[in-house]
């Protein structure tokens, strides 16, 4: 449902590739940074969902442009649960997938580690910010570490399952495979588990159930002797 191409998409280009913003992406980021509304209001949330949209999307051309490199262009769809650079990854070589999957949360770690330097080096310039820019900053510097970490983890189809998967595959073939969304069902069950126990914290519990979940059924395809499924990014 919430992959959908509507009447409510915002399409544009930019630096050569077509960017495709879903409406379910905006209602994400609104759920994600609620709490924001509720101790500052409307303001504090816009400026929440705009680092958020800034953030993931830097994320995606992180991918696109080192796809680009090594000869395969991507389409930028932003949707619920995040974003995707479609046809980014489109390489038979384990090796080239894995860069161009680590490509995302790299170049947000670059960014985590530019705004931590004008922080920490010039940190008089960032307290005379105007207050929503000083918490446009800080809401950079937040999503930009704390996102890309969590993107890291071995868990499909976030970034870090992709390249477990891809490592795994490329050293101990089908088994490898197998054993990289076993790795992601598993890890992604019990943070689920914790997350559904914390109020603050339950959407991000839902979202790990559901990735716990398409693993699962991933597995079920696996042992059934199809490969790859259909939803693997290279295939999209």
């Known amino acids: ?5 509507s009447q409510m998409d915002i399409s544009f280009r930019l630096l050569g590739t077509r960017v ?8 994400t980021l609104a759920l994600i940074g609620w709490p924001y509304f509720e101790m500052g209001g409307a303001i504090p949330l816009l400026i929440w969902v705009f680092a958020g949209f800034v953030s993931i999307l830097l994320h995606e051309f992180g991918h696109v442009l080192v796809g680009r490199a090594f000869g395969s262009d991507g389409t930028i769809v932003l949707r619920a ?3 995707v650079a479609i046809g980014a990854g489109n390489f038979r070589s384990a090796w ?11 170049i947000q ?17 960032v307290e005379r910010l105007p207050p929503y820019a000083g918490l446009f900053f ?7 570490l704390y996102w890309a970490i969590l993107n890291l983890l071995p868990i499909y189809p976030l970034d870090g399952g992709q390249i477990t998967c891809d490592f795994l595959e490329f ?18 069950g019990a943070l689920a588990i914790f997350f559904l126990t914390q109020t603050s914290s339950m959407i991000f519990g839902i979202f790990l159930f559901m990735y716990a979940a ?4 991933i597995l079920q395809s696996l042992r059934e002797g199809y490969m790859p499924p259909d939803d693997y990014p290279w295939n999209n």
Do not use: C, Y
């Open 171 to 188: 050293f101990f073939k089908r088994k490898g495979r197998t054993s990289g969304h076993a790795i992601s069902m598993v890890i992604a």
């Open 81 to 83: 649960f995040g974003g």
């Open 214 to 217: 398409m693993n699962f059924q």
């Open 109 to 125: 770690l670059l960014l985590f580690a530019i705004l931590w330097l004008i922080d920490r080096f010039a940190g008089e310039l």
């Open 138 to 144: 800080a809401f950079l510097i937040t999503i930009n």
């Open 20 to 27: 495709i913003v879903q409406p379910f992406f905006w209602i």
């Open 96 to 106: 080239k997938r894995i860069a161009v999957t680590a490509a995302g949360p790299g």
């Open 1 to 5: 449902m919430w992959d959908q191409p």
